[in-house]
């Protein structure tokens, strides 16, 4: 399992990666752009932040075709509720339609309420055996994408304006990163990318140029636009890991 803090992350990539050529995209659901390498298919799915990440991703690499995006992500959707969208359910058949190399994966955001199984409230939140089943609920993600050998980056929950909501987040962080490690995945924090040097929740953010701009969405839970470059800007750099780990075995 590789966990990383943003400042492993680059230093990692400093040691192992040459930034001249930067990784690409062909278009999210469309056919590839023939290109000299190899390209990646990379699967995104999960909850609007997913979706989010998706985009800033695809801007990110709009210019590009050495990766090819696959947007999968439904917004209210979590693993809380599979009355709502059975996501262990739906991932097998989305894997055999395209087949990734890497998948990116975001949930949480819908998750901090009672679980549900078959339309009847299953168990009250964070009690144990609601973390129990939560817990099974994202093996049921990982391990098929562990079966078939796919790189896969689960990406944790940022910092939030509300305290409360902040609190949860931090509890489900700490079961996605402690199932993930347990399955071979990485786990990719947005807590220290999203708080400021108080390590506190910020609303503005760095740009590309180093100027200050809006960071997240009102709701205080989601990103703008521009915080969802900045955010794809890293994980980039975690997709190239991931593709060097890929041809060095």
């Known amino acids: 399992m590789l966990l990383f803090s943003r400042r492993n992350l680059v230093l990692l990539i400093a040691g192992l990666f040459i930034a001249s050529a930067p990784p690409a ?3 999210g ?3 590839a752009v023939p290109g000299d390498t190899k390209q990646t298919t990379v699967l995104v799915f999960g909850d609007s932040m997913a979706d ?3 985009g800033g991703l695809t801007r990110a690499l709009v210019r590009d075709n050495s990766i090819k995006l696959l947007r999968r992500g439904k917004n209210g959707t979590g693993l809380a509720r599979p009355d709502v969208y059975d996501w262990p359910a739906a991932l097998p058949q989305m894997l055999e339609q395209e087949p990734p190399s890497v998948a990116i994966v975001s949930f949480g955001l819908n998750d901090r309420q009672d679980s549900f199984f078959e339309g009847r409230r299953q168990h009250y939140y964070k009690t144990d055996a609601w973390k129990q ?3 099974e609920r994202i093996e049921a993600i990982l391990k098929p994408l562990a ?3 796919i790189k896969t980056i689960w ?3 940022p910092i939030m304006r509300d305290p409360k909501v902040s609190k949860d987040a931090e509890y489900l962080n700490a079961l996605y990163a402690d199932v993930v490690a347990k399955h071979g995945a990485t786990f990719f924090p947005l807590w220290e990318l999203s708080v400021d040097e108080n390590h506190e929740y ?3 953010g760095r740009g590309s140029d180093g100027r200050l701009r809006p960071f997240r969405n009102d709701d205080g839970m989601h990103f ?3 915080g969802y470059d900045i955010l794809a800007r890293e994980l980039l750099k975690t997709i190239s890991v991931q593709q060097l780990a890929r041809v060095g075995n």
Do not use: E, P, Q, R
């Open 52 to 54: 989010g990440l998706w």
């Open 29 to 31: 659901d469309g056919d």
């Open 224 to 226: 703008t636009m521009g």
């Open 202 to 204: 910020t609303s503005h």
């Open 147 to 149: 079966d078939k050998k």
């Open 155 to 157: 990406v944790g929950l």
């Open 25 to 27: 995209f062909a278009s």
């Open 133 to 135: 089943t939560y817990i």
